[in-house]
């Protein structure tokens, strides 16, 4: 009986002991170099030892697929990407799982584990084809961003010449079934116009997942207070990215001609040859670049503005790690998370606001999203 007590009084600390980050590129990793996610690795900025040191036990692996990838070479190299995270799960069960909803995440993390929530990220990894979309989130993944650094056929992104005016009619049906399917609407990544017409259209709340302020880093991969506002409104919920010109203004117009620069390049090429190229591009992505100007202090800035404009409900971690090339000084990898939770700390957020913020909001849009 008093185990029984001490149990249900312990159940909700359990509840509210996850950590979740919106947005990691991990999984390139575990695709193109098979990195054993189980050993600390001097390379990249997660691996199972630092998500546990960072207090990260449920982050989202977003199986991205570069724009160049076309047709159904990127349904190919989605597959790959999602058959490499199994072979990830299938070897350490004990380790790292997949996690379908809320629940799971609960039950998953409550042994020490690690949950795993897959992604995808651009709208042109379904081809156009809403049966690939539905048979992706058979495949357990439950959240789409859009679009990438270009426009799908059916939305425009924030770094490509608008070409839709926002989503077109098929824009809108792709955001209805995913509302149906329980699979979250990630509009990191589109135009502004594409995110508005998203709104109008989703009766769940949507996910920005790796996207910081434009009102200090002025970019448009960032959000407008306007926006942020209009997202808590839909109770969403942005994951403040870390990547250098997404949190300092400094960084960030050297970050405008890395994205001018990278959408340009269209290599023709398929099947290995493509899968070649691909890993050529992410080593020397995974090189790093230029030392950041950004600092954790930056970041827990934009975790502050964010909260500021939106609400305390409305903000998540979305950091990009294994995606960006110079994170901030003082936040070099994801083990580094409890510095900027005591940055916050600092700024008078107390343990229950910081809880929110490092998993609670994102895990209730995953819960309202997937019903469970
Ligand atoms: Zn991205």
Redesign the pocket.
């Known amino acids: 009986m008093r185990t029984a007590l001490l149990l249900a009084a312990l159940a909700p600390l359990y509840a509210q002991n996850i950590g979740m980050d919106s947005?990691i590129d991990t999984a390139q990793r575990v695709l193109i170099d098979r990195a054993d996610l189980t050993q600390r690795s001097p390379i990249g900025h997660v691996d199972i030892p630092r998500l546990k040191e960072g207090g990260v036990n449920a982050p989202f692996f977003?199986l991205?697929v570069p724009t160049y990838y076309r047709g159904s070479e990127a349904i190919r190299r989605t597959l790959d990407l999602r058959d490499a995270m199994q072979r990830l799960f299938d070897t350490h069960p004990e380790q790292i799982a997949l996690a379908l909803t809320a629940a799971d995440v609960e039950r998953i993390t409550k042994n020490g584990r690690i949950a795993a929530i897959l992604t995808i990220?651009g709208g042109h990894q379904i081809d156009n084809d809403l049966a690939v979309l539905r048979m992706y989130q058979r495949l357990g993944i439950r959240a789409m961003?859009l679009t990438?650094f270009r426009n799908t056929e059916w939305a425009d992104s924030s770094t490509d010449k608008p070409a839709h005016n926002g989503l077109t009619g098929f824009g809108k049906e792709v955001v209805k079934e995913m509302n149906r399917l329980g699979m979250i609407v990630d509009v990191?990544?589109v135009s502004d116009k594409t995110f508005f017409d998203t709104l109008a259209v989703s009766t769940k709340p949507v996910l920005a997942s790796?996207s910081s302020c434009r009102a200090l880093s002025d970019i448009p991969r960032n959000m407008t207070d306007e926006m942020l506002q209009a997202l808590a409104k839909n109770g969403g919920v942005v994951g403040i990215n870390f990547g250098e010109g997404f949190v300092s203004q400094k960084d960030a117009d050297q970050l405008k001609a890395d994205i001018a620069a990278s959408t340009g390049e269209r290599p023709s090429l398929t099947g290995k040859a493509l899968d070649e190229y691909a890993a050529e591009e992410f080593r020397k992505d995974m090189k790093g670049g230029r030392p950041a100007f950004a600092t954790l202090d930056d970041a827990a800035e934009q975790v502050d503005h964010a909260v500021k404009v939106a609400g305390i409900d409305h903000v998540g971690i979305g950091s990009?790690f294994d995606?960006i090339t110079s994170p901030p000084k003082g936040l070099e990898d994801i083990s580094k998370m409890p510095a900027l939770k005591a940055a916050l700390k600092k700024k008078g957020y107390s343990d229950e606001d910081l809880k929110k913020i490092f998993g609670l909001n994102t895990l209730r849009v995953l819960r309202e999203v997937t019903g469970k």
């Open positions: 947005h977003a991205w990220e961003t990438h990191s990544h790796h990009d995606g």
